[in-house]
C-alpha cells in the first residue's frame, strides 16, 4: 500500500466532538492529501500538503483543518463534528509527482450519531 | 470549476459482452486517470493517460484519451466476473509539481454469469 497507512480504521463520535484522523507515510513524499467518499459524489479533495507546514484547501473543506508539522504525517481534524462529515475518508501520497497516479490509504470509516 | 461526470453509474453486463464507460471532463487537462475499487477496499490505480490521443490496455481493459473531445473511455472486452468494482476516472488540474485530482461519481460495474 505504498507505505500509507490511516488511524483509526473505524470511528463513530457524536455531534459536536472534536475529531482527529491521521495519515502516515514510510516514503517521505512531498504531496499528501486528504479526500472524502460519499455515494453519488466520488472522492472530493478536502485539503492537501505539498510540505512540512505548506497545505491547501480543496473542494471541500469546510469544517476542516490539517497540519503537516513532520514529512510523514498529515492530520485531519474535524473541530466540531456535523453528522453530514459522516463519511470514508482517504489519505493519498503521489510518490512520483504530477503525471503519476496518487496512491491511497486503506481509508478511515468515520460515523457522526 | 472542473467537472467530470462518468456514465453509465450502474451497469450491468453478462460475462463475454463488451461495453464501454464514458467520462467527460468540463476543463482542459492532458492528465487523466482510471482507478478500481472494491467493496469496502481502497482505490487501485488501474491507467495512466497523459496525452491526447493515448491508449493503455490491460487485460480486458481498455483506456483512451480524447483531450480534444475532453473525454476519456474505458473499454470492457469480453466480461468476467473478477471485473465487478466500481470504476473512477479521475481528472488532474494540479498546476504544479503536485496532482490534485477531481474524480468522477464512478460506475459500478456487475458481471453476471
Known amino acids: 500500500d505504498a507505505g500509507i497507512t490511516q488511524s483509526p480504521r473505524h470511528k463513530v463520535t457524536e455531534t459536536g466532538t472534536p475529531v482527529t484522523l491521521r495519515c502516515h507515510q514510510t516514503e517521505n513524499h512531498r504531496y499528501m492529501y486528504w479526500y472524502r467518499q460519499d455515494p453519488g459524489h466520488g472522492l472530493r479533495l478536502i485539503h492537501y500538503s505539498y510540505g512540512v507546514k505548506d497545505t491547501d484547501k480543496g473542494e471541500v473543506s469546510d469544517g476542516y483543518s490539517v497540519s503537516r508539522s513532520k514529512t510523514e504525517d498529515f492530520l485531519l481534524t474535524l473541530e466540531s463534528a456535523t453528522s453530514s462529515q459522516t463519511s470514508v475518508y482517504f489519505c493519498?501520497?503521489?510518490?512520483?509527482?504530477?503525471?503519476?497516479?496518487?496512491?491511497f490509504g486503506n481509508g478511515t470509516r468515520l460515523t457522526v450519531t | 470549476e472542473l467537472k467530470v461526470e462518468q456514465n453509465p453509474l450502474f451497469l450491468s453486463m453478462q460475462e463475454g459482452k463488451n461495453y464501454t464507460i464514458y467520462c467527460n471532463y468540463s476543463?482542459?487537462?492532458?492528465?487523466l486517470y482510471w482507478y478500481r475499487q472494491d467493496p469496502g477496499k481502497s482505490l487501485e490505480s488501474l491507467f495512466v493517460?497523459?496525452?491526447?490521443?493515448a491508449v493503455k490496455q490491460e487485460g480486458r481493459l481498455m483506456a483512451s484519451l480524447d483531450t480534444k473531445a475532453r473525454l476519456s473511455t474505458l473499454h470492457i472486452t469480453a466480461a468476467v466476473h473478477d471485473l465487478s468494482a466500481t470504476y473512477f476516472c479521475a481528472v488532474d488540474i494540479g498546476e504544479t509539481s503536485g496532482s490534485r485530482l477531481t474524480f468522477g461519481e464512478g460506475t459500478q460495474l456487475t458481471v453476471n454469469p
Open positions: 476543463t482542459t487537462s492532458d492528465r
Open positions: 493517460l497523459l496525452s491526447n490521443g
Open positions: 493519498a501520497i503521489s510518490p512520483r509527482g504530477q503525471g503519476s497516479p496518487l496512491h
